[in-house]
């Protein structure tokens, strides 16, 4: 006997299904499904299928040697990973190869595995070892690399959807949508056995489990033993799931921001829940995910910390003829296959038939459907549906006006934030070693009412749902925080005033730099022009090599910006500084943590030039402008000169120089042409005084002779390939794999410092020379012969 619904239980199954409809799902992609994404995790292995162009190739990048070589140059319309390789299914479908990541080869050459014309395949889905995949036109299962022990599903089964885990792949059966599961590892019918008779939209498969999205719309987990720790949802709240080893990974629906859970509850996304995504992999222990802003790739979990990868431009879904779309066609879908097909969009979820009732158990625990009660009226369908839709639209809309309102503490009078956008700067020449551009005083007040909806385009490492927000201190909470400034508070100088050590009310260490100039003074408008500059641009780029922005304050004549506080100070203390000098001991003299100093400072720098929208000159590079957190990572600091990157094809002409003696870009200083390569010669130094311990410009003799720099005097050492003799001897002597990394970190600085920008590398280039020589420190068997060097010259 059916029991009749409630008026609440139909009005919340009309809301369900509004919302269902409304919003549209992505594919589901585990650690061996299909997608334009796949990750080879033993080799740390990324690639994607890049956009654009007539040839819709793949491009990797490997963490060991950056970006990779990927043979042949033909179109793919899918990738998936495995423990040391990948594969990738041809455009058409009637093609698979897969490619090694394991070897060292800079090009990777691929193997062909299928070919059949007559039955293209989809859903390529890569297991550990095992590699699965549909006949398009039956939905019958073919497996390859496997043996004996493997059992693969009878030529009768029917499939619309499969994925691979370790040892065993599981599918979603055509005829009843149920969960069927194969393979050499007997978890696969522990699996398929929990799953039991329950019907499923999705399935996709971890190391040694498997979680999909049910008929109901809830996330659903299976191992040997119970459900995995799935966090408690609503109905249709997640569209995509992706599977590792033993964390999962799922993406919402409403605006595609990711969450993870798992590894018994210590998996962290490390930012990457505050990121939209329009696709989402993994690995055994970490996930990548394509952004949405810009369609790049960035990717967290273990060793990771939400990288960015030099992977851009990529795919979100395979490009097919316009009649293949059922659900209509992704937003650019035409330029991003260069005219040759289209993207379609998703599909929605559907409820099934019968409906469901609503649940009435916790969501983590999803009812299994049962028989519906004789159907409404058509007329009182529409009328409910109708009614569920406007009102959820204008609960929805109530509840985010409620959520920002007690975020922002708006309705309460709490402290305002400041929305940045990026002012026009221009100095003239002070005096000193560092030299800035004068102009006329600039209302900072309006600066900060105008729109910030340009600079929500950035894309960050560590970007933030609110982060172009900065918070506004009073003078007071600042002098309280610094003992009101006392000397013994003191820790420094920047670009416009001197550093205080500080400590919030609510315990926060932050450093404070306070302008001290009277703004009688023209020095006093220079430093309104770095404040507005550092405020500018630090509110709005998050990265985790770069110093984070807490505050700032600006009551009358006074401008103050709080920082997080570096415990381990400045670079430059820890080479040059006296106190410092002899400490043989400091964990920044040993060539591993050098380099590793550099690769940090280098990953700043390269977000600056290549990821920040617009891109960012930072103009004053060095040294002291380094600095060490608690962990003694390297973040970039002080913002002060900074510019925005110059248009494609026009040069950026200040209207003076500026930089530090010894830091600055030669070509900059003589022609006044300032290109992001000047920030390349800046590090160059940098990079020369981590190798020798000598400062930038130092004098030379035993008896304190003449100034040199230090590109004059490390250089020609290089060149003749004596740089033993000129190596920081408080480091002491590198053993064979630490030699042929800091000859690598040389051949870099060498290639940094060249007199003509053209002549030297991209920011991209010195990350992954960097990259590879930290690898070559940790690899007693490393060798610079053993692989390439990404140095290249770019010339106009």
């Known amino acids: 006997m059916t029991i009749p619904p409630s008026p609440a239980a139909v009005f919340s199954l009309a809301v369900a299904t509004a919302l269902a409809l409304l919003l549209l799902p992505r594919t589901a992609h585990g650690l061996g499904a299909g997608a334009t994404v796949a990750?080879?995790?033993?080799?740390?292995t990324v690639c994607g299928v890049v956009s654009g162009q007539p040839t819709r190739a793949v491009r990797c990048y490997r963490r060991a040697d950056g970006l990779l070589g990927v043979d042949p140059n033909v179109s793919f319309s899918a990738l998936s990973g495995g423990r040391g390789y990948f594969c990738g299914l041809m455009s058409g479908g009637?093609?698979?190869?897969?490619?090694?990541?394991?070897n060292f080869n800079s090009t990777l050459v691929p193997r062909r595995v299928y070919h059949n014309e007559s039955a293209p395949l989809k859903d390529l889905a890569v297991g550990d070892d095992q590699v699965c995949a549909l006949v398009n036109a039956t939905g019958e299962v073919k497996c390859w690399r496997i043996d004996d022990s493997f059992q693969v599903p009878s030529g009768a089964d029917r499939f619309s959807s499969i994925s691979s885990g370790f040892g065993f792949s599981c599918g979603i059966s055509m005829n009843m949508?149920?969960?069927q599961c194969w393979g050499s590892n007997p978890i696969s019918k522990a699996i398929q056995g929990g799953f039991g008779s329950m019907r499923m939209s999705s399935i996709v498969a971890g190391g040694s489990h498997a979680c999909g999205i049910n008929y109901t719309g809830f996330v659903v987990c299976r191992a040997s033993i119970g459900q995995l720790d799935v966090p408690s949802h609503s109905p249709f709240e997640f569209s995509l799931l992706s599977l590792g080893d033993s964390h999962t990974c799922a993406m919402r629906q409403v605006n595609n921001t990711v969450t993870c859970w798992g590894r018994d509850g210590r998996y962290l996304v490390n930012g990457a829940d505050?990121?939209?995504?329009?696709l989402i992999v993994s690995g055994s222990n970490f996930t990548c995910g394509l952004t949405s802003s810009n369609l790049s790739i960035m990717c967290w979990g273990p060793?990771?910390?939400?990288?960015?990868?030099?992977l851009t431009g990529i795919l979100p879904g395979p490009c097919v003829v316009r009649s293949a779309c059922e659900c209509g066609i992704y937003g650019q879908s035409q330029t991003l296959c260069s005219g040759s097909g289209v993207i379609c969009s998703r599909c929605p979820y559907q409820l099934p038939n019968p409906l469901p009732p609503p649940p009435s158990v916790p969501p983590h625990l999803p009812p299994a459907p049962i028989s519906p009660p004789s159907s409404p009226s058509r007329a009182l369908r529409r009328g409910l549906l109708?009614?569920?839709i406007v009102g959820s639209v204008g609960a929805l809309a109530g509840i985010c006006t409620l959520i920002y309102c007690l975020w922002s503490g708006v309705c309460f009078g709490k402290k305002k934030v400041h929305n940045s956008v990026q002012p026009t700067i221009t100095r003239g020449n002070?005096?000193?070693?560092t030299t800035s551009n004068t102009s006329p005083p600039s209302r900072s007040s309006t600066i900060r009412r105008q729109s910030s909806r340009a600079m929500r385009r950035q894309r960050s490492g560590t970007s933030s749902k609110h982060a172009d927000k900065a918070e506004e201190f009073s003078l007071a909470e600042l002098a309280e925080a610094t003992g009101n400034f006392s000397l013994e508070n003191k820790i420094g100088a920047g670009s416009f005033g001197v550093v205080y050590r500080g400590k919030l009310p609510d315990g926060r260490d932050v450093a404070i730099k306070r302008s001290e100039t009277s703004p009688r003074t023209k020095k006093f408008q220079e430093k309104e022009s770095a404040f507005e500059s550092e405020l500018s641009f630090l509110s709005r780029l998050h990265h985790k090599h770069l110093v984070r922005l807490v505050g700032y304050c600006e009551e009358k004549d006074e401008r103050l910006l709080v920082y997080e506080y570096m415990k381990n100070g400045a670079l430059y203390d820890h080479l040059h500084n006296k106190d410092n000098v002899e400490r043989s001991s400091s964990p920044v003299n040993s060539w591993k943590m050098r380099i590793k100093i550099a690769l940090d400072a280098a990953r700043g720098i390269e977000y600056l030039h290549n990821y920040a929208v617009p891109p960012i000159i930072h103009r004053d590079i060095k040294s002291s402008n380094i600095l060490l957190d608690a962990n003694w990572m390297a973040r970039v600091s002080d913002f002060g000169l900074s510019l925005m990157g110059p248009e494609s094809n026009h040069d950026l002409r200040p209207s003076k120089a500026a930089g530090t003696v010894g830091y600055i870009d030669p070509e900059y200083y003589s022609l006044n042409v300032l290109?992001?390569?000047?920030?390349?010669?800046?590090?160059?130094v940098v990079l020369l005084e981590l190798l020798t311990g000598k400062r930038a410009i130092f004098k030379n003799g035993e008896d304190g002779g003449m100034p040199i720099s230090i590109v004059d005097f490390a250089i020609p050492v290089i060149m003749a390939g004596e740089l033993v003799r000129i190596l920081d001897s408080r480091v002491g002597s590198p053993e064979l794999n630490q030699a042929d990394a800091i000859e690598l970190v040389a051949y870099t600085a060498m290639h940094c410092v060249n007199l003509e920008g053209k002549d030297r590398p991209t920011m991209t280039d010195i990350v992954a020379n960097l990259e590879r020589a930290l690898t070559l420190c940790e690899d007693s068997h490393g060798s610079i012969s053993s692989g390439t060097n990404s140095i290249t010259s770019e010339r106009s």
Request: charged share 15%; aromatic share 14%; glycine share 10%.
């Open 39 to 44: 990750v080879a995790y033993d080799s740390a």
């Open 94 to 102: 009637s093609t698979f190869l897969c490619w090694d990541t394991v």
């Open 177 to 179: 949508s149920h969960v």
């Open 274 to 278: 505050l990121i939209s995504f329009e």
């Open 303 to 310: 060793g990771w910390q939400l990288e960015e990868l030099p």
């Open 386 to 388: 109708a009614f569920a």
């Open 430 to 433: 002070s005096s000193g070693g």
């Open 675 to 684: 290109t992001a390569k000047s920030d390349v010669y800046g590090l160059g």
